[in-house]
């Protein structure tokens, strides 16, 4: 390598020398708007201002106050975001449910990991089920499948996003290389907010973070050309959402 | 190189080669610009959609205005204790099984991010969306060293293919019409003619997918840096950044050191509002939170994950208390989208890799105030990137403040000369009055004689009546 280490802790030592050096000019705080802002604000460490986690939250998109109001939320934010949703009672309905959808589709080829969520629906899909974890990874069998299955971690009523994790569903590829991805969401996973959401990470993994966590917010999309919405720019085109319970 | 892949050196040729010439540069492109209303037309339609977009999520916000006070505060706290959560971020982010380089330059980032991939034996990279990487021209570099390297974002593939950079920062290749795309992918790539926006990403979408398992290095940059957790938070609508640090067994990821947050809480804000800001959406696709490479028990992942932090100049505007803010940036790109400027002469005419009233506050530090000063004019002041900003920066006042550093540090001597004369005449009250009354006769006397140096002017057009008495006079008749 062309970049001893030597320079590099030496750049590191100059940048934070000059940060360091820098900050020792205060900076105003930002105009702000509203007196809520300015009111709560705490000294934080050092001294500086900061905004307490919960204080911005009512100023955010609803996300829900009740079980009920979350689960319509979720299902109207998914609709908006042109995801296909289901809603079907226990595990054995959404079997059911999938065989029908690579039926009608004609999925030669589905790939899934093995959770307990997913274990059901890859036995009864009614074609060839790749799992993706428990031997060697191989990114050509999954490239070539019609469907990923995943678990998920949670669902976020406010914005309608699906968060996934490559620790409890299935790694990184499987939920962004298939052209189709299904996700399975039981009913208790619903959370109302970004902000819940994020919690449950840190009371779930603290200390031992999934090399990646991912919010997906409907099919993949561009408006590249022209602004013009097209679904399915490099990830799947199609997202199904199976709420069970 | 990867067969199929372009050829094209993406290299700035839209950046003057002679910074002195930045200015030259700006004011021809921008006439020329002004000049092509069918292109002004295009942009703005494709503007229209966003507008309202936008405002439909906005108002989905219990309290938009008060989002924004805390989206603004939770920057302002990071960004002002950075000499603490930059070394927390990195501690977390190497406890996470990361690693670290520091670049106090584009050239030594450039060098160290080549370093990796010699080590890293590299054939074939792919590339997400990364304007840092514009900034420091690690393509050309890349290109240079014989590393074949693709751009996986559909509008920076546009780009890369045409041999331009980004027309926007976010919407890069807003400017080209579907033809231009179709007739581009034709000589490219081999394919048919067509003039369906699905048509033609579907075509993008194939010709990647092969490339994403076959490049031995991932690319991306970073929206965020999570000092809490050492996490790095990455915003894509495509799925292109998802696949490419999915894929490839190494992982690089190139950030500027501003981009730090102190923790999750802050992210719950600053997400959404990116993706409301930016693009009239409530989240943008997918926003993923990295935290190194493959762990034990996961079955795909990179082997080795590396982040090039990078200074370049960033400490610079740190040591202006006045203009530390627009280090808040989360480039969502709304200041440009609602800068009549922008509108009118166009993205490349700036010749800067961030364009538009962010582009023209921060330029003139991170490359030199006497060459870019004319940035700080390219502005109406009439506030609505302000307005747009998330995380209310205040804009158009840098603009100003980089006028008054600019005046300071080399002056303009008929500037100066203009106004002491104005001062000189406007301290003399009979001066004034003299001034005042020479005007009036001068006016209508041009409007009696039409010179021959005005009548072109005066075809389509009247001067105004040349009025009596002046104001000051009428005032005492009145009272």
Known sequence: MSVSTSTTSSARDTILGRIREALRMPAPLPHMKSHAAEESATGGPKGLTILPADVARPWLPDGGDTPEERLALLTENLGKLRAEVHRVADTAAAAALLAGIAHDRGWRKVAWHGHPATEPLAAAVGCEAHRVDGTAFDKNALEACDAGITACDAAVAQTGSILVSSGHCGGRALSILPHVHVVIVSLDQIVATLGDALDLVRSRYAGRLPSMLSFITGPSRTGDIERILVLGAHGPKELIVILVG | ????????????????????????????????????????????????????????????????????????????????????????????????????????????????????????????????????????????????????????????????????????????????????????????????????????????????????????????????????????????????????????????????????????????????????????????????????????????????????????????????????????????????????????????????????????????????????????????????????????????????????????????RWEKLGHRLFVMVASRPWLFAAGGAAFRHTLWLMKKLRPPLLRDWLATRDLPAAPRASFRSQWRARS
């Open chain 2, 1 to 412: 190189m990867t067969p199929g892949s372009p050829t094209a050196d993406p290299h700035p040729i839209h950046e003057a080669e002679d910074p002195h010439l930045a200015k030259k540069k700006f004011l021809h492109d921008a006439a020329e610009h002004v000049r092509d209303t069918g292109h002004r037309a295009f942009v703005r339609k494709a503007l229209g959609g966003y507008y309202a977009s936008r405002d439909t999520q906005k108002a989905r916000y219990r309290d938009w205005e008060q989002a924004r006070d805390a989206a603004s505060l939770a920057k302002w706290s990071a960004v002002n204790r950075l000499d603490e959560l930059l070394p927390q971020f990195v501690a977390n982010f190497e406890a996470n099984g990361g690693k670290v380089h520091w670049a106090r330059t584009a050239e030594e980032a450039r060098d160290i991010i080549l370093g990796l991939l010699r080590a890293a034996k590299a054939k074939a990279v792919i590339k997400s969306k990364c304007m840092t990487s514009e900034e420091i021209h690690l393509n050309a570099a890349m290109e240079a060293d014989g590393y074949g390297v693709v751009e996986s974002d559909l509008g920076e593939f546009i780009q890369q293919l045409r041999g331009e950079p980004p027309y926007h920062f976010v919407f890069p290749c807003m400017h080209v019409r579907r033809e231009e795309i179709s007739d581009l992918f034709g000589k490219h790539l081999g394919t048919a003619p067509t003039d369906s926006p699905e048509e033609l990403t579907m075509i993008a979408r194939r010709h990647m997918r092969r490339l994403y398992i076959d490049a031995d290095v991932g690319i991306t940059g970073a929206n965020f840096l999570v000092a809490e957790t050492g996490q790095i938070s990455i915003t894509e609508n495509e799925g292109n950044a998802r696949l490419t640090a999915a894929l490839p067994r190494m992982h690089i990821s190139i950030s500027g050191i501003e981009k730090v947050v102190a923790n999750l809480d802050d992210l719950a804000v600053l997400l959404p509002m990116l993706a409301t800001a930016g693009a009239g959406q409530p989240m943008t696709c997918y926003n993923t939170l990295y935290a190194g490479p493959r762990k034990p028990g996961e079955c795909d992942g990179p082997e080795e994950m590396h982040l090039v932090l990078i200074d370049n100049q960033r400490t610079a505007i740190l040591a202006d208390p006045e203009q530390r803010d627009s280090l808040h940036c989360i480039r969502c790109g709304a200041c440009l989208n609602v800068c009549p400027i922008f509108k009118n002469v166009g993205g490349f005419t700036y010749g800067t890799t961030y364009q538009g009233p962010i582009g023209s506050v921060i330029t003139p530090h991170l490359r030199g105030l006497a060459d870019w000063n004319h940035l700080s004019g390219a502005s109406s002041l009439c506030g609505a990137c302000t307005d747009a900003c998330p995380v209310r920066i205040d804009i158009h006042h840098h603009l100003l403040h980089n006028r008054r550093n600019a005046a300071k540090t080399a002056p303009n």
